[in-house]
């Protein structure tokens, strides 16, 4: 079983930062791209930011600039510091890894359980 745990959610005013951490655990063999998406209220998840066990990084034209993600893979661990922050940030924020479980499982997507941030003007 895979797990997702994100932390470092809350409540900031606008201009101001927040770091997310996500880790997975659990049955893991190996982990392939690390992201975050986000869903603000009555509004669809949008991609804010990807990472690839290379470091190869693809952000959301909104977020360009004040997001950075990193991860640490020794850790399968998947960071973002957010920078900046304006109140249409707000949203529940997803953690999401592209992993195998196993040497014979196929690659699939995990998400964990969301973070909120509420960006107050």
């Known amino acids: 079983q895979v797990q997702l745990v994100e932390s470092g959610g809350g409540l900031v005013q606008a201009g101001g930062s927040l770091r997310l951490s996500c880790a997975a655990s659990?049955?893991?063999?190996?982990?392939?791209?690390m992201g975050w998406y986000r869903q603000a209220p009555g509004k669809q998840r949008e991609l804010v930011a990807t990472?690839?066990?290379?470091?190869?990084?693809n952000y959301a034209d909104s977020v360009k600039g004040r997001f950075t993600i990193s991860r640490d893979n020794a850790k399968n661990t998947v960071y973002l510091q957010m920078n900046g922050l304006k109140p249409e940030d707000t949203a529940v924020y997803y953690c999401?890894?592209?992993?195998?479980?196993?040497?014979?499982?196929?690659?699939?997507?995990?998400w964990g359980q969301g973070t909120e941030v509420t960006v107050s003007s």
């Open positions: 659990g049955s893991i063999f190996r982990v392939n791209a």
């Open positions: 990472i690839t066990t290379g470091a190869n990084t």
């Open positions: 999401n890894a592209v992993l195998r479980s196993t040497v014979v499982s196929p690659y699939r997507d995990y």
